[in-house]
């Protein structure tokens, strides 16, 4: 079972790191040949050498995914190192804070720039290689932030989470004919580097309101993109499939007693 990314060129967008990064691990655990993509390039090539030190074959990339050249470049790459594209993983995102009454419209059009247009612009970097190549995989990084839920300072976060799922569900019926599909995990609190930048209480506090009172790995994440990666997969398109540790199902902090 979900053997099938054996010998497959991915790319995962923000992978330097965090949840990308476990994305990366996991599927070049299973055989992938993946591209690692970060703005950091020196970043970017530890991830590359680590996976190729265990056994995996990785390589390395700089790019900004809100930039349309970068991301030409990025597809030209990949297809260049991995043999064309199987696979893309537009998981790149940030998540800076801003309350709505002091946000900028700079710091809204960042947010949306990495996170919505940067996942547009990915999909539509790889797709020439892709339908080339006969079939695709896409898998997005959406967020239970936005869709699900909402938290105070990511107004611009959470809009640019939920456009990611609306994105999704055109470009699901445009590429149908193509045998590539678009599929979206959605991560509730996962440990990663971006997510201790929040701090100690953030990290505790949001722990205790999980049901599973822990917080989720990237490894928990990449599964489930393995998953919609696979041969298994292939009939499902324009979904999305929430980890989240049961975060989202408590009506209210009462149903978290006396469990
Ligand atoms: P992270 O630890 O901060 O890692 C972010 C990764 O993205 C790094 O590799 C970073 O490298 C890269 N990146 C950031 N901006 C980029 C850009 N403009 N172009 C290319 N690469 C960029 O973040 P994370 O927690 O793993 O989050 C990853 C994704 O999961 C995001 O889409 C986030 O919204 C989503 N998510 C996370 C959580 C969570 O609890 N952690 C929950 C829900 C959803 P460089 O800085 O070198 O570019």
């Not at 043999?83 to 537009?90: A, W």
Request: charged share 20%; aromatic share 6%; net charge negative.
């Amino acid at each position: 079972m979900l053997t099938s990314i054996d010998g497959k060129s991915v790319i995962v967008t923000g992978s330097s790191k965090g949840i990308g990064k476990g994305i990366a691990r996991v599927f070049a655990e299973k055989g992938a040949k993946v591209l690692i993509v970060a703005r950091n390039f020196d970043q970017a090539q530890a991830t590359a050498s680590e996976i190729n030190a265990s056994g995996g074959t990785a390589s390395a990339f700089s790019a900004d995914v809100s930039s349309w050249n970068d991301m030409q470049r990025m597809a030209e790459a990949a297809a260049e190192c991995h043999g064309g594209i199987d696979v893309l993983c537009c998981n790149a995102g940030i998540f800076p804070d801003a309350k709505l009454s002091e946000m900028t419209p700079e710091q809204w059009d960042e947010v949306m720039g990495v996170n919505l247009k940067g996942t547009f612009l990915g999909v539509r970097s790889c797709l020439p290689k892709m339908k080339e190549c006969g079939e695709g995989r896409i898998i997005v990084t959406s967020s239970i932030t936005g869709p699900i839920t909402g938290y105070p300072g990511w107004c611009h976060y959470g809009a640019s989470k939920s456009g990611q799922l609306g994105f999704l569900k055109t470009a699901a019926i445009e590429l149908s004919p193509h045998n590539i599909t678009i599929n979206a995990v959605m991560p509730g609190n996962i440990a990663t580097e971006g997510l201790d930048d929040l701090g100690a209480d953030y990290l505790q506090k949001m722990t205790e309101s999980i049901p599973m009172k822990k917080l989720g790995t990237a490894e928990d994440v990449a599964y489930a993109a393995l998953f919609f990666a696979s041969k298994e997969a292939a009939y499902i398109t324009g979904q999305a499939l929430v980890i989240d540790g049961g975060q989202v199902l408590p009506e209210s902090l009462m149903a978290l007693e006396d469990i």
